[in-house]
């Protein structure tokens, strides 16, 4: 054999191995810290542990896990018995008698819904079957049907975990009424249909196209046949007795369009709106059920008879650019978009708004008939007992600009019961606002407040404070700020929207003969006028920062490179011609989307910052000072354990941060994979951030010891719980905690999520979810409370206000205009400024306002051409008017179109992604000189940073002797070491290879060797 043969297949060997050793490397230091968390390795240790747990500064209220999440569990029934929602109660179906039999049909009787897929998919929670709520609260369940779906999985929906696509199948393919078992025909008091329907995140529901042997018209939001079908013959047995009353059980955040409820073919007695409820949801359905509690929730969302009713669904989905593309990224996705056309007119606000206008008999009103379209306002929701509104008032305190807002209510039934009252507001809608374009919904909710438990005949009179600042309507075309209309203004309550705004307009002298659906109550309104101001809340209460338009880049009316582009929005003003549909009777797709053009300006603007980024002359800030502080010398604790901190502003700050070296600053801000790094100059230490807009429920198992080896302060390390290794519990939706407009009992499911973080060891949260149900088709609806962004924020706030009790910071999610998870990363957002102000961000800014949460996490949108975190509203509106005190976080991090560079000059601090194994490999590094602005950004993120985790229960087990050192994890030395071997051998097989090509072919070179030889 030749010497150039054997050194070929040595080279090919070594090459392949140096090949495969590079890439693998690149995309391990990519991932490394997801890589060292899994392996349960730290990056970071203590050298001096100081006072150890002796300086627990944020204490647990339970001594066990078991404890804990006996408590937890009681928690999630009870917000299923206060939120699910009674729609339909005929002849007093239920509650059900004392130990009834009970046939349960549909394959989710078995697979049911008890969270959603994607980041906040319960992974190894354990769930209370329907079966055993019910039988655990004294039903017989039929126990041959249950085996007979028990067994046939074939028939399950397909509930996708996750999808990085359109390919979650979102299946029903439940069976149909001749393939099931025997038992189906067992005799039973009732026989309940559970309709359960899923959500994941990265994809959305199919409204159509969908397949429709399983689909309905192709949509899943509606009947499928086999669900039809079963229902027809559940009517049939209860025409020949076997069974007394069917019950209909909604599992699901995504609305089922209810033009079926009051068909005679189905004969459906009750229909009870459970929600998605988490781990122990079945108790409290069963108390339901038997009369054990009485149904108390109140919808969160219009229900419609008819999705294709619904005006948002023309500007739903997917649409894509005219022109060349924005980005190549992500597969195209930057060249898709999405036009909010319907401004503010999103839910009850479009249905409500409507309806006032068609019994005004306004010009240009259009046909449109409300109960075609509504089947169950906003807000509406049964009991099992009655209730009575009287003696509302409204008392203005002019001095403070606050209206107190009162209401007795009283039980005028046989039991006993709880009930949820919303207070809304109604504006002028006046002639300047038609010159200037802004809109003004009929009804809007302010505030709402729950009565306790009411004996037959007693009364509660419930009090909420409304501000005067929710008065005003943003102006973006005029005045660009908050304006106090001229006119009328009415507050209003009643037993839904649809209720409250008859009220007014009996006050407004209408009834049933002008074209009502029933005569309102005057009684229940309060009428006042106010005078035209521009002025009066034009600058922000919580921070006194005047407030102006920040938004013209996301409106195609108003962004300076828009082109051709224009939007006509929806306007009460002329219904008729600007109301679009996007689904027409048979749910077939209607070409009614808003078109949007790029051109060459619009492709600049949509740029990563880093690649337009400038030199600049400003002055680095300072770096590498030996100060001695430590992190913990910025609080102190007094003998009666009350906790002190440095301001923001205070002087002691910027000597801490002086300490900062650039590559510290770097460092921190270039690795955010659900964590803060550690630094060894201040003796930071890292933090681990829980994923999950519902609970903790990221990490590799999902358990309690899944931060061993960082958060070694955790409580599961302290008690050395023997049930660390098992999952935090799966807690409810946001919806149905909205639903039960109680603001204590949200509180307290805060508590029990931060009771979960703090023995995981979790110093912050990636949560709660604020986004808006703008339709029901988005998949990742589950996440969040309601199309009302003043619902939302408020129910967010008071939970936020329990998780922050154990030392936990949130990250309110996704800000801003992530509201569809089709083409989420990168697709072009286009709204204009009111209904962002007003829909979109009202949540994000009641949750900061009210409830101090100091974090947001951004969406993986683009707002109008610029992805989010690079927009600049985080630092123009979230800090400057809201007053966050945090920082921000990016959504999981895509290096094709998001930016670190442009991130730290919109105010977002962290990549969610580890994207530097040292400082000089991250991308920020390369600006360490003349890039004084982007310099100084990051200084000021960094502060936000430690000023967040300083108030965490991450300094627990810290004081100011506390000593952190660097270290770098196992896997990555033995991974250096095999580069450093692979490289070595590879060179050396080079020089091999090159030596025997030398010798096969160059005779003169090899009669050296020969002669040497020969010798």
């Known amino acids: ?45 203590k050298v001096d542990a100081g006072g150890e747990a002796d300086n627990i500064y944020y204490f647990s209220n339970y001594s066990s896990i078991a404890d804990l999440q006996d408590d937890a569990n009681d928690a999630t029934s009870r917000v299923t018995q206060e939120g699910a929602v009674l729609l339909k109660n005929e002849n007093q179906a239920l509650p059900l008698t004392k130990g009834a039999k009970i046939n349960l049909y549909s394959s989710s009787s078995v697979n049911y819904i008890y969270s959603g897929g994607g980041s906040s998919f319960a992974k190894r929670s354990e769930f209370v079957s329907l079966k055993d709520g019910l039988e655990k609260n004294g039903f017989q369940v ?3 049907l249950w085996d007979w779906y028990s ?29 099931i078992g025997n038992s189906k025909n067992d005799q039973a008091e009732a026989g309940i249909f559970v309709l359960s329907r899923y959500g994941t995140e990265a994809t959305d529901l199919k409204n159509t196209g969908g397949n429709t042997s399983d689909y309905s018209h192709g949509n899943y939001l509606e009947l499928s046949p086999s669900e039809i079908d079963v229902l027809q013959n559940l009517k049939k047995l209860k025409d020949n007795g076997t069974i007394e009353k069917i019950i209909v059980l909604l599992n699901s955040v995504n609305q089922v369009q209810c033009d079926y409820v009051d068909l005679e073919e189905y004969g459906i007695d009750s229909l009870l709106w459970a929600g998605i409820g988490g781990s122990n949801c079945t108790d409290g359905i ?7 509690a009485n149904p108390s929730g109140k919808l969160t969302d219009t229900y419609w008879k008819k999705h294709a009713y619904n005006p948002v669904y023309a500007n739903f989905g997917s649409y894509t650019n005219e022109g060349d593309p924005i980005s190549s990224a992500n ?15 999103n839910g009850y606000r479009y249905t409500e708004t409507r309806y006032e206008d068609t019994i005004l008999k306004t010009d240009n009103v259009g046909a449109f008939l409300y109960q075609d379209a509504v089947a169950y306002p906003f807000g509406y929701g049964l009991s099992y007992t009655t209730f009575a509104y009287s003696d509302f008032q409204v008392k203005e305190n002019s001095k403070e600009d606050i209206y107190e807002l009162s209401v007795k209510v009283t039980n005028t039934g046989k039991v006993s019961g709880k009930e949820g009252v919303d207070f809304y507001l109604q504006k002028p809608y006046t002639q300047y606002d038609k010159d200037n374009h802004i809109e003004k919904a009929s009804i809007e909710l302010v505030d709402y407040a729950k009565t306790s438990l009411l004996e037959p005949g007693a009364s509660e009179t419930l009090t909420v404070k409304v501000e005067g600042r929710e008065l005003a ?3 973006s075309y005029k005045a660009k700020t908050y304006i106090l209309d001229e006119g009328d203004y009415y507050f209003a309550t009643g037993k839904n929207a649809h209720d409250a705004l008859n009220n007014i307009l009996a006050a407004k002298g209408f009834d049933a003969s002008d074209g009502m659906d029933g005569n309102g109550n005057a009684q229940l309104t309060h009428k006042f006028n106010k005078q035209f101001s521009d002025s009066l809340y034009s600058h922000s209460k919580a921070t006194g920062e005047a407030i102006t338009n920040q938004f013209d880049n996301a409106d195609l009316n108003l962004y300076e490179h828009k082109g051709e582009n224009s939007v006509t929005y929806i306007t009460r003003s002329n219904w008729n011609d600007t109301v679009k549909f996007g689904l027409n009777e048979n749910n077939a797709k209607l070409p009614n989307n808003a078109k949007v053009k790029t051109n060459a300006e619009m492709i600049q603007d949509g740029k990563k910052k880093s690649e337009t980024i400038q030199p600049d002359d400003v002055p680095n800030p300072t770096y590498g000072e030996d100060n001695g502080l430590t992190l913990a010398s910025l609080m102190s604790m007094d003998e009666k354990g009350n906790l002190f901190y440095k301001d923001y502003d205070d002087p002691e700050w910027e000597k801490l941060l002086n300490q900062l070296t650039f590559e510290d600053t770097v460092m921190l801000l270039s690795n955010g994979l659900r964590k803060t790094s550690g630094l060894e100059s201040i003796s930071k230490p890292q933090t681990i951030d829980g994923n999950g807009a519902l609970g903790p429920v990221g990490g590799t198992s999902y358990s309690y010891e899944d931060n061993a080896t960082v958060a070694t302060n955790r409580f599961t390390f302290l008690y050395d719980d023997p049930d660390s290794d098992i999952s935090p ?35 912050g949260l990636y949560g709660l979810g604020v986004n808006i149900h703008r339709g029901s088709y988005n998949g990742r609806a589950f996440e969040y409370a309601s199309e009302d962004g003043t619902l939302a924020g408020k129910i967010a706030a008071k939970e936020v206000q329990g998780i922050h009790k154990m030392g936990v910071y949130v990250y309110m999610k996704h800000a801003i205009l992530n509201d569809q998870e089709k083409n989420r990363e990168g697709v072009n957002t286009w709204a204009n400024e009111q209904s962002i102000r007003e829909i979109y961000l009202k949540p994000f800014q009641i949750a900061i306002e009210e409830g101090n949460a100091e974090n947001v996490m951004t969406g993986f949108n683009r707002i109008g051409v610029i992805w989010t975190s690079q927009q600049g509203f985080i630092n123009s509106v979230l800090r400057k008017e809201f007053g966050m005190s945090g920082f921000a976080v990016s959504d999981y991090w895509q290096g094709g179109y998001m930016d670190m560079v442009g991130g730290i000059l919109g105010g977002c601090a962290l990549p969610d992604g580890d994207n530097a194994i040292s ?17 100084n950004a990051m200084r000021e993120e960094a502060h936000r940073i430690l000023y967040t985790v300083l108030r965490s229960n991450a300094m627990n087990g810290i004081d100011v002797s506390t000593i952190f050192r660097n270290v770098t994890p196992p896997w990555i030395s033995a991974l250096n070491g095999i580069s450093i071997a692979v490289d070595t051998i590879f060179s050396l097989s080079v020089a091999f290879f090159a030596f025997a090509l030398a010798y096969d072919e160059i005779p003169a070179f090899r009669k050296i060797f020969q002669r040497k030889k020969e010798k």
């Open 142 to 144: 039929n126990q041959g």
């Open 473 to 475: 309507s943003y102006d």
């Open 331 to 345: 597969g195209g996705k930057s060249n898709r978009y999405v036009v909010y056309q319907e401004g503010i007119y």
């Open 1 to 45: 054999m030749k010497l150039t043969k054997l050194a070929k297949i040595i080279a090919n060997i070594a090459t392949l191995a140096f090949g495969v050793t590079t890439v693998g490397g690149k995309i391990a230091m990519d991932n490394s810290g997801a890589i060292t968390a899994f392996l349960g390795q730290t990056t970071q240790e």
């Open 286 to 292: 069963a108390k339901i059920l038997s009369g054990k």
């Open 919 to 935: 400082a000089d490999k991250s991308a920020l590094y390369q600006y360490k000189e003349g890039y004084g602005k982007l310099t």
């Open 729 to 763: 519990i799966s807690y409810p939706t946001p919806s149905l905690l909205a639903a039960a407009r109680n603001d204590d009992l949200a509180e307290e499911l805060g508590e029990y999520v931060g009771e979960d973080c703090l023995w995981a060891g979790y110093s």
């Open 151 to 179: 067994a046939n999985k074939q028939y399950y929906g397909d509930h996708t975990t996750n999808t990085s696509s359109d390919a979650a199948k979102y299946t029903i393919n439940d069976a149909k009424w001749a393939q």
